[in-house]
């Protein structure tokens, strides 16, 4: 008779709830998202927008506003999360408005209000869990089984891509020839599923509890008394850096006449968390005597953690263009009667299933036989350079198609190929590095400061959508000979390829650090 594998090499039973309820969220989430733009520009939601180069922008600007409040809102949920409710609670409970939101989706596709208030509760719903399901998938790991969460979070990211492939080469064909409220009916039932799978593997979940007491040494008190102590004979410049920022981000609702509430919000946030987390940074060591030296140095490993985060935003703003601005250029492009442009997003996914076991199995031992160790923040440098890679390809697509040329749709598998190989060293190395790099009590809050980077990446889309509505912006792109839609592809690709040369340098004098969950609970 066999003997039974011993703890450590065995996959936690409950993995597999875990993995199921994410496969179908994901379909739910990718099958809506992607036909979005599509089903807006057409729509009579937008109809009142007479020009169609104005209405595809703000088709544009809803679906970049909307993927900003999914990404914001884990920081409710991760706060929530960890200081009240756990994680398994949080996540069912923010399943269900999630699950509400398709179900308004579906039955509102002519009424805005109706509409536009579905897709809030999906923001909510999908953000609020979105940082706590790889998280909680991580607790159920411990320093003696962490070597198999390696394998578990590659195949999360590969079941996210399952989901992802199907809704992407299913939903535009039925909203295309059964219409809106059965193309946006089948996500919010997939929803349901996935919310009925994670319920039923309640019994067999490992339940970090929430820190419920407040801990007199936690972050934000370590940040605090870094900003607010003094010290004979030295400035508080730290201080001051703090309070320009939260001035800044004050002064940025000023913006709300000319940019909209979502991008004043958004540019708020950035100033504080530039100037709270800087000016802290630079005064850190003042919390030492009040703070022990643990949480003064998990406070400084927190804020070098957000540096290697905000350098990723720019990537994510190219990322998520694949779902408007490539949508949008394939519309233009020839391809059969039979297909629809935004079926072309099914590519990344499948894609991404590919070259997972690809790299894993073959890509990154071949690089350290050759004495090259692919660690987690050289793969992210390089992801990031093949993103910009992939928008330098579409922009020559762009001027070809703007000098008359028909391209056939079958070029934008170059670019999205490109892409999505920067996706995988990116997004999928990402999770597992925020999951790892985070203090334990700071898990669920260190996952929506990853999603924020999301959130960041679309405001940079909103501030450039914004730009080339201003005369002065598209009579100086005019002169370049370009089109304002290859312009932005190609200055994007340069963010993106400054972007990768920062984070590259920053990546040499990072210092990774081991913080998965020592004991069984």
Not at 409 to 417: D, G, N
């Amino acid at each position: 008779m066999p003997q039974a594998k011993p703890a450590a090499e065995r996959m936690p039973r409950q993995i597999g709830f875990i993995i199921g309820n994410e496969a179908c969220e994901r379909f739910s989430f990718y099958g809506m998202r992607n036909i979005l733009v599509q089903f807006l520009i057409t729509s009579t939601l937008l109809s009142y927008i007479l020009d169609g180069t104005e209405r595809e922008l703000a088709a544009k600007d809803l679906m970049h506003s909307f993927m900003i409040g999914v990404y914001f809102f884990p920081l409710i949920g991760g706060y929530v999360a960890d200081r009240f409710f756990g994680k398994y609670n949080t996540i069912l409970w923010f399943s269900l408005v999630y699950c509400a939101g398709h179900a308004c989706l579906a039955m509102f596709e002519d009424n805005r209000a109706g509409f536009f208030t579905g897709l809030g509760l999906i923001a909510f719903g999908a953000g609020g869990i979105k940082p706590l399901v790889a998280s909680f998938m991580g607790d159920q790991f411990t320093q003696a089984n962490k070597h198999l969460a390696k394998i578990v979070f590659d195949a999360f990211y590969w079941i996210i891509n399952f989901g992802s492939l199907f809704a992407s080469l299913l939903m535009p064909l039925f909203l295309k020839n059964y219409g809106p409220s059965v193309a946006f009916g089948i996500p919010g039932i997939l929803m349901f599923i996935a919310t009925l799978v994670f319920w039923l593997g309640r019994r067999n979940y490992v339940l970090v509890p929430p820190a419920t007491v407040a801990d007199p040494n936690s972050f934000s008190a370590v940040v605090r008394t870094a900003l607010l102590a003094q010290r004979p004979g030295e400035g508080r410049m730290g201080l001051w850096i703090a309070i320009a920022g939260i001035v800044l981000a004050v002064a940025s609702f000023a913006l709300i006449p000319s940019m909209g509430f979502v991008i004043s919000a958004c540019i708020a946030l950035v100033m504080v968390l530039l100037g709270v987390g800087g000016g802290a940074y630079l005064q850190l060591d003042r919390a030492r005597g009040v703070h022990p030296d643990t949480a003064v140095e998990g406070a400084r490993s927190v804020l070098r953690i957000l540096v290697i985060f905000a350098l990723t935003t720019p990537f994510w703003s190219l990322f998520d263009q694949k779902a408007s601005t490539w949508v949008i250029q394939g519309t233009q492009m020839t391809k059969p009667d039979w297909f629809v442009a935004s079926q072309m997003q099914a590519l990344n996914p499948a894609l991404v299933m590919i070259l997972i076991p690809f790299n894993n199995l073959v890509l990154y031992p071949m690089l350290r036989r050759m004495g090259y160790e692919p660690t987690a923040l050289r793969r992210m440098t390089v992801g990031i350079v093949f993103s910009a890679l992939a928008w330098i390809v579409v922009g020559g697509i762009q001027v070809a198609m703007d000098t008359g040329n028909a391209m056939s749709i079958v070029w934008q598998v170059l670019p999205y190929a490109l892409l999505t190989f920067g996706e995988v060293l990116v997004s999928a190395t990402g999770l597992e590095f925020a999951y790892s790099q985070a203090p334990q009590a700071m898990k669920g809050v260190i996952m929506s400061f990853w999603n924020l980077t999301t959130t960041i990446g679309n405001l940079w889309v909103l501030l450039a959508n914004a730009a080339v509505r201003n005369d002065a912006v598209t009579g100086s792109i005019a002169t370049t000979g370009l089109s304002t839609a290859a312009f932005q592809m190609f200055f994007f690709a340069a963010f993106a390829l400054v972007a990768a040369l920062a984070f590259g340098l920053y990546a040499r004098r990072y210092r990774e650090v081991d913080n998965y969950r020592a004991v069984e609970m």
